[in-house]
Structure formats: structure tokens, C-alpha cells
């Protein structure tokens, strides 16, 4: 009989692989509170209809998709927008505008697994909906930088590359193009460092060509427009080194509506690390034309992040030192006596209540391997019940001393152990 395995482009979570997984939870959340953004979940199936309606039918060629019982055609939620759209447009009276949430959770898509790719993936999404302005644009900006601030980016590690579809349409005015065709010109756009020779020749087409694109870029924007405006918001945020201009952003996907942009590793290395941009027209055509709401987003997958984590030296030292303060344990209560385990197991129960992270062998077990299992665990505390009970010993793993405790003293004890400084390594 055959193996049963993983299936690719899915993960298995194994607890090493969750503390990490928790820990990129942990940034996501603390950034968007401080913010104020509040969270919000969406069902992980929704109809397949909503991902037609943002995309066309061509989209559920890239999904998980399929009719439920009652032949209602349903998909994998491969992204959080339209989801967003569709309960917000449910209830817009409910809520002060603007709205500003955020959504942590699984997306799928049926797509071939490869490198920062994988058909199940984790997204951090924020969004802010009901401003117009440029305001809410800087604003999430600003969140996707400061949130890799805080897993320890700085300008050398990423950038953040900022453009506005809409600036696109003095250049159509200029070539004598269509704005009939300004969704074509867009997508052709987009592959332009990836197929140059292909852009080109579609260009051509157009009646323009790459050198008049490449010219159209090169330009400083506007300083009161709206790319201006945003710029000015994050250079009076402190945040201007990790900006840069680059127009030939426009995210291909037809939904965007005006300021886009990409978060990306300064060396290329990678594929984008964030990405969005304003989607003023997403609610009205999720509603029928019924809810007329500007919004703004982004996402951020957790694939791309953990692989620029591990290329970043100050990432990875704020990362282990998140996963040192979350041992299985703190504290590993040992048995020098199994005559004594009753004593031992209230004493546990004390300190769990207490708050602390508990463990304790729940077998029989030699008293030299329960240090060995309280290494394993991580714990800094060795509490030893004995014969003496009520006199306990307490063990500082750490530093390697002991001091003497008992039943009513003890919690205090563990918490000044636990409070003290660890060694200093070398």
C-alpha cells in the first residue's frame, strides 16, 4: 500500500513550524493594532460566483472550486478582498467609516507549486474602506513598512516601490491612445521587466513603444498629485528611505483603481514580499452597483516572508529570541520521590494556575533524565519534590544554583528566578 504524503503545494505544521508560524501572527497583529485596525475573519469557501464577478470566468481555471449537495458552485477562498467587499457592502450602515481591518488565515489557489508559491499559503490582508483620499493610501503604505520594521528590516533589506495607475492616463493623452485601451496598455505594462521583448512588440501595437514608457517613468512626479501627496505623507512619517517611485508598478489586475504598489527584497532575489493598491470599484460590482465604497489593501503571504526572514541577520536574532521567551516550558517540576508525585502534581497545578508554563514526567522516571526532559522542554526552573515536602528545592537551570522554597513561597521564588537575567553567551 502506497505512503500517504502531504499532497504538493500544502504544509504540515509541526510545532517547530507553528511557533514560527505564530510568531509572524504575533508581528501582524501587534503592528495593525497599534494602527488601529480591527480584525475580522470570512469563510474559507465562498462562492464561486464572487471570484467571477472581480475576475471573470477565466479565474476558476486557477481555483479550487466545486458544487456542494445542493449544486451550489463554491470555491477555496483564494485571496480576502472580495470576501471584504461582500460583508462590508452587507452591512455598511453598521460602521463609522472609514473602516480599517485586517484578516490573518489560510488562501488557496490550484496553481503549480514553486519557489515563494505554494497552493496553500497564509495572508496578513489589511484594508481600509470608505476614504477616498491619499491619506488612507499613505496609511497603508506606512503599515506594510513599519510591519517590516518590526521583524528587523531596514532600508538595505526591502523597499517598497510606489506608483498610481491614473498618472498612466496623461501618458495615453500624450501617445494619442485610447483611454478605451488604458486596461490593455496596463496589462502589457506589467510584464515589462519580465518579457521586455514581448512588451515591445505589443506596444508597438499601441502606436508607442518601451523607450517612451521607460522616459514616461524617469519622471519626477507631481508634487500635488497624488503620488506626490502620498510621498509627502510618508516623508513626514520618517519612512521616505524605504519609498521609492517606480510607474511601471501597476499590478495587472484589472480591479485596481489609482495608488498601487509592491514590497520587494532590495537584491530582486525573491518575489514580492507585500503588495496592493486602491480598488474603488470592487464593492459596487460585488453589490450590483448598490454600495458605492472606496477602499485601499494589501496582503502579505507568510512564504515570502520566511524565506527574506532567513536571509536578514537582525530578522532571524528578533525571530530566536521570540522563540526563546515561548519554551514548552518554563518550569519542569522533577519527582525525586514517587512516593511524593501527589504533592508533585498539586504543586504543578498551583503553578499552572499561577499563569506559568508547566511540565512534569507523567510516568516514572529517573531522577538525572527528568533534567534531561526539563532541557528538552526548555524550562528555566527545576522544582524539586522530594520526602522533605513541604521544603522544596528550586533550580535555577540557567545559572546552576539552588535555593530553598516552600509550598506558600514557591510561585514568588519561580518568578524571581524567571525575572532574573540569563547567561550572558559567548
Not at 61 to 87: C, I, N, V, W, Y
Not at 90 to 108: E, M, N, S, T, V
Not at 176 to 197: C, H, Q, V
Request: hydrophobic share 45%; aromatic share 8%; net charge negative.
Amino acid at each position: 500500500m502506497a505512503k500517504i504524503q502531504t499532497l504538493p503545494g500544502f504544509h504540515d505544521f509541526y510545532p517547530e513550524d507553528l511557533k514560527i508560524r505564530n510568531y509572524l501572527f504575533e508581528v501582524w497583529r501587534r503592528v495593525a493594532h497599534r494602527h488601529g485596525f480591527v480584525e475580522y475573519e470570512a469563510p474559507t469557501v465562498e462562492s464561486a460566483e464572487l471570484y467571477r464577478r472581480k475576475s471573470g470566468d477565466e479565474i476558476l481555471s486557477q481555483l479550487f472550486h466545486f458544487e456542494d449537495k445542493g449544486g451550489r458552485e463554491m470555491a477555496l477562498r483564494p485571496e480576502l478582498t472580495p470576501s471584504l467587499a461582500r460583508m462590508a457592502s452587507a452591512r455598511l450602515r453598521d460602521y463609522r467609516k472609514p473602516l480599517k481591518w485586517f484578516q490573518i488565515g489560510p488562501c488557496f489557489r490550484a496553481e503549480r507549486p514553486q519557489k515563494g508559491r505554494r497552493r496553500e499559503f497564509i495572508q496578513f490582508n489589511a484594508d481600509i474602506l470608505g476614504d477616498a483620499g491619499t491619506g488612507a493610501d499613505a496609511e497603508l503604505a506606512a503599515l506594510a513598512i513599519e510591519t517590516l520594521r518590526e521583524f528587523g528590516f531596514g532600508t538595505d533589506e526591502v523597499v517598497l516601490r510606489l506608483s498610481n495607475r491614473d498618472v498612466w492616463n496623461d501618458f495615453l493623452a500624450e501617445q494619442g491612445i485610447s483611454f478605451d485601451r488604458a486596461g490593455e496598455f496596463l496589462t502589457i505594462l506589467d510584464k515589462l521587466e519580465r518579457d521586455p521583448e514581448g512588451v515591445a512588440a505589443k506596444l508597438a501595437t499601441l502606436g508607442t513603444s518601451t523607450d517612451a514608457v521607460r522616459e514616461f517613468i524617469a519622471r519626477d512626479p507631481d508634487p500635488e498629485g497624488p503620488l506626490g501627496r502620498v510621498l509627502a505623507d510618508l516623508e513626514a512619517r520618517g519612512l521616505a528611505t524605504y519609498v521609492e517611485t517606480d510607474l511601471s508598478i501597476v499590478r495587472g489586475l484589472a480591479y485596481y483603481t489609482g495608488t498601487v504598489f509592491e514590497v520587494f527584497d532590495r537584491a530582486r532575489a525573491l518575489r514580492a514580499v507585500a503588495g496592493g493598491g486602491r480598488y474603488n470599484d470592487l464593492a459596487a460590482l460585488v453589490s450590483d452597483g448598490a454600495v458605492d465604497l472606496p477602499a485601499i489593501g494589501f496582503a502579505m503571504g507568510n512564504v515570502v516572508l520566511g524565506d527574506l526572514i532567513d536571509q536578514c541577520a537582525e530578522a532571524k536574532v528578533r525571530l530566536l529570541a521570540w522563540l526563546d521567551e515561548r519554551t514548552a516550558a518554563q518550569v519542569y517540576v522533577m519527582i525525586a520521590d514517587e512516593a511524593s508525585r501527589p504533592h508533585a502534581l498539586a504543586v504543578a497545578t498551583d503553578l499552572r494556575r499561577a499563569g506559568l508554563r508547566v511540565d512534569l514526567p507523567l510516568s516514572p522516571l529517573k531522577f538525572n533524565k527528568q533534567f534531561q526532559a526539563a532541557e528538552a522542554v526548555g524550562a528555566r526552573v527545576g522544582v524539586i519534590i522530594g520526602s522533605e515536602f513541604p521544603a522544596i528545592s528550586v533550580k535555577d537551570l540557567h545559572h546552576r544554583r539552588e535555593v530553598a522554597a516552600t509550598a506558600d513561597t514557591l510561585a514568588q521564588t519561580v518568578a524571581d528566578i524567571l525575572a532574573a537575567p540569563g547567561p550572558l553567551i559567548a
